[in-house]
C-alpha cells in the first residue's frame, strides 16, 4: 500500500538538493544575496555560501538521497525502454488511494504539511513507483487460489464481531437510578426524554443517551455485560460501575458474522500484492543496478 511517507524520502531527496541550489534564501533575499547570488544568507555580515550549503547536506545524507536518486533514474529508464508510460489519470488514482487512508481531506493536508511535501511533488514522484508497479507486475501479480488461501488461513480478520447499539441513562446515586427506573416501568417517561432530563453523562445527554454501535471490549465490564445481555428493545436492572449507576435500553443487535470472500477480495489481493512487491523490487532494483554503468562523482 502506498503512502505519504514511503513516497516522502524520495521526495525529500529532490526538494533538498534542488532548494540548496536554487540560488536563494527561503524567506528573502538581502542586499549581498542580491548582488552575490552563491550567497545564500548572512548573519550579522558574514556570509553563508550556496556551496557549504550542499556540501552541508551532502555530508549529511546526501550519500543516501543520491542513491535513491539514481535508483529513481534507473526505473525512468527501464520503463522508457518497455514503452511504459504513466498517464495523468494513473498518477490521480494513486494519490486518491492514499487520501483513502484518512479520514478526510483536512487529515490528508495535515500529513502533507507534516512531511514537507506539496501535492505536485507527491504526484511527481509517485510516476516512478507506478512505472516500478508495471515493471514488476509479473512477479507481483495475485492469483485467485492465493488470494482463497489467504482468506481461509485468516478467517478471524474477516469476521465482524457482534455489536449493540444502546442508549443509556447514568445518575450518581441508586436512589436517582431506582426512581428513573420505575418512571420508565410505568410509562410517564420514554427513555430518551428521562436520559436527556437527568443523564449526567455529557456525551450522550444531548442524544437521549444514544452511545451508538459498540463491539465487546470497548465498554467496561459491568456495562458490556448487560449490554449484550439484554433483549432488543428492553430496559437493563440498575448497572453499577465506577461512572455511577446506569441504566441501559439496547435498541439494535448485530450478531457476529463472517465477510464473504467476494467483499474483502481486493482488500486481500492489495494486502498480498503489498508482500510481493516488498520481497520483489529490492531484488528487481539490484539486478537493473548491476547492468546498468553508474558512475558516481560525488
Known amino acids: 500500500m502506498r503512502t505519504i511517507k514511503t513516497l516522502f524520502t524520495a521526495t525529500a531527496a529532490i526538494m533538498i538538493l534542488s532548494t540548496a541550489t536554487a540560488g536563494y534564501a527561503a524567506d528573502k533575499k538581502t542586499a549581498a544575496s542580491a548582488a552575490r547570488p552563491d550567497i545564500v544568507a548572512t548573519v550579522n555580515g558574514e556570509a553563508i555560501t550556496r556551496q557549504s550549503l550542499v556540501d552541508r547536506l551532502i555530508k549529511q545524507g546526501g550519500s543516501s538521497m543520491l542513491e535513491q536518486m539514481i535508483d529513481m533514474l534507473i526505473i525512468k529508464q527501464a520503463a522508457a525502454k518497455a514503452g511504459i508510460k504513466i498517464t495523468d489519470a494513473e498518477v490521480n488514482a494513486g494519490v486518491a488511494e492514499i487520501k483513502s487512508q484518512f479520514p478526510n481531506e483536512a ?85 430518551d426524554e428521562l436520559a436527556a432530563e437527568i443523564s449526567i453523562d455529557p456525551g450522550s445527554k444531548a442524544n437521549g443517551g444514544d452511545l451508538g454501535t459498540f463491539i465487546r471490549g470497548q465498554m467496561v465490564p459491568e456495562f458490556e455485560m448487560a449490554a449484550f445481555a439484554v433483549n432488543v428493545g428492553e430496559t437493563s436492572d440498575i448497572v453499577k460501575t465506577n461512572y455511577g449507576y446506569h441504566i441501559i435500553k439496547v435498541e439494535a443487535r448485530e450478531a457476529e458474522r463472517e465477510m464473504s470472500l467476494t467483499s474483502v477480495k481486493d482488500e486481500i489481493k492489495k494486502i498480498l500484492m503489498d508482500e510481493k512487491r516488498k520481497a520483489v523490487i529490492p531484488g528487481w532494483i539490484q539486478e537493473q543496478r548491476s547492468k546498468a554503468k553508474v558512475e558516481i562523482t560525488l
Not at 509479473?138 to 474477516?158: F, M, S
Not at 442508549?167 to 437510578?177: F, K, M
Open 107 to 191: 487529515a490528508f493536508e495535515e500529513a502533507l504539511k507534516r512531511y514537507k511535501i506539496d501535492l505536485e511533488s507527491l504526484k511527481t514522484n509517485m510516476v516512478p513507483q507506478l512505472m516500478l508497479d508495471k515493471l514488476t507486475a509479473a512477479d507481483t501479480a495475485v492469483a485467485d487460489d492465493e488470494i482463497k488461501k489467504h482468506y481461509d488461513e485468516n478467517k478471524q480478520r474477516y469476521t465482524v464481531p457482534e455489536t449493540v447499539r444502546a442508549r443509556h441513562i447514568l445518575v450518581q446515586t441508586e436512589e436517582e437510578a431506582r426512581k428513573a427506573l420505575e418512571q420508565l416501568k410505568s410509562g410517564d417517561k420514554k427513555f
